[in-house]
């Protein structure tokens, strides 16, 4: 560690309870990759997680990173380059773009293919790359056996290196000194009031605001505002942080979705059962890259079933969409239309044979992009509490306690036919784009564009305006500022 704040640590405001080079605020995954970095350059780190276990949203994710020039694809002979991964991007948001922050898209292309090969080489393992139009050249590289792999190698490589990581921690404050550098934090664990200085930086990594109702309310629409958040313990804590050093937002407004979703299953999936052994996630990712497509299957179904979206094709098969009670519900805004209903509750009723028909290829339940499709057939053998059959409707709504007559309205002259019944689904945001204003080195900014020293967001947290539709752009981003914050703050 090299930067100092230029001041001894009698001189600060009060005593001081530790001394580190980098504090991390936020043990998720930016979290942790900015604390393996930080500590592979040599600093001392602190992680403070307010939870008590590591991951955040990233551990709830797919486990997809889209990235150029990676050495995964080289070794595929895939040509790839950041120029057009900026213009692959570009086709995702373009009713975005006036919106969109360039340079930072620009350094998201240029470094994610780094982040990918840093994380293989903490043993991580991806499969593919895979396809993802209108990407041209295929960019998904899909972890092994998923997301967790990577928070275990990330918290491995940053204990390795000697970092402290302190659960159940609840950051209260951002210190600033006279020159308004931000010189160290005030947390609170096991009812105990503590601070700690940072010499080189502290970053915040603690997620975006999808589980505060009241800055939901505040920013987002109305169908947005009152969905169900896939992770509810990102309650927006940096923005407060931040709020007293007048720091910039960004697009505060803007969301992906919300979208439909089944609930959680309540039982570990496969990919979740196996351990996180390196030998043996390089072991699956080779199969997965060599092995027959329907020998795939078993390994991800799990993932398919376990919290996904069921596909739109549903209803223009001739399903329909009604909520708890019965009334029926808007298809065509699904998500929308869940979402305001009283319990943001709905589920997707068709006649048996409709259900049939999503036995087999076009049609599908739902999909892991660029892996394999989860059929009717799946959800009533891996997913019981999903799949509910009756002989009419009125056997439906006592099995579901729904009102009968509603129902019977919903579904026409098919209340008559033997029925299917998927869900509960919910009306979910998976997350808020609205971020910090940050420059490429993710160092916070405020509302002139001055650089808040020492003072770092990466993640959804420090997402700095960028727009990011699209499988695997999130968790590219979070590693990749993660690993750019942490190797700058180290070096002060």
Sequence with gaps: MTGQTGMDEADLHGSVNESYDVIVVGGGGSGLAAAAAAGQAGAKVLVLEKQPTLGGTTWLAVGSISAAG?????????????????????????????????????????EAGKTVDWLEDLGVAFAGPYAEPPHRVLRMHNTVPGPRLIVDRLERAARLSGAVIQTGATTQELLQDANRRVYGVSFRVDGQERRAIARGGVILASGDFSGNDAMRQAYLASGAARAVPLNPNNQGDGFSLVEPLKAALCNMDAIFGPQLRFRRASRLGLNELMPSWPWLARAAAIFFMHAPKWTLKP???????????????????????????????????????????????????????????????????????????????????????????????????????????????????????????????????????GALSVNEKCQVLDANSTVLAGLYAVGCMGQGGMLLRGHGLHLAWAFTSGRIAGNLAAHG
């Excluded at 990676?70 to 950041?82: E, H, N, S, V, Y």
């Excluded at 708890?324 to 589920?347: F, I, K, M, N």
């Excluded at 891996?382 to 919903?410: I, K, Q, T, Y």
């Excluded at 009306?427 to 808020?432: E, G």
């Design 70 to 110: 990676t050495r995964l694809q080289k070794r595929a002979g895939i040509q790839d380059d950041p120029k057009g991964f900026i213009e692959d991007m570009a086709a995702f948001t373009a009713d975005l773009l006036p919106r969109d922050n360039p340079d930072l898209r620009a350094m998201l292309a240029r």
């Design 299 to 433: 390994l991800v179904r799990s993932l398919m079933i376990a919290n996904m979206s069921p596909s739109e094709r549903l209803f223009e098969a001739g399903a329909v969409l009604v909520a708890s009670t019965g009334q029926l519900l808007d298809s065509a805004r699904p998500a929308q239309s869940v979402a305001h209903t009283e319990d943001r509750t709905a589920y997707i009723v068709m006649p048996a044979q409709i259900a049939k028909q999503f036995s087999s290829l076009p049609n599908y339940i739902s999909t892991a992009p660029g892996i394999a499709y989860a059929f009717f057939n799946d959800y009533a053998r891996g997913r019981p509490d999903l799949v509910h059959s009756a002989e009419n409707a009125n056997s439906l709504a006592v099995a579901l306690g729904m009102d009968e007559l509603s129902l019977e309205s919903a579904l026409g002259k098919a209340s008559k036919t033997p029925l299917v019944a998927l869900g509960p689904v919910q009306a979910m945001l998976t997350t808020t784009e």
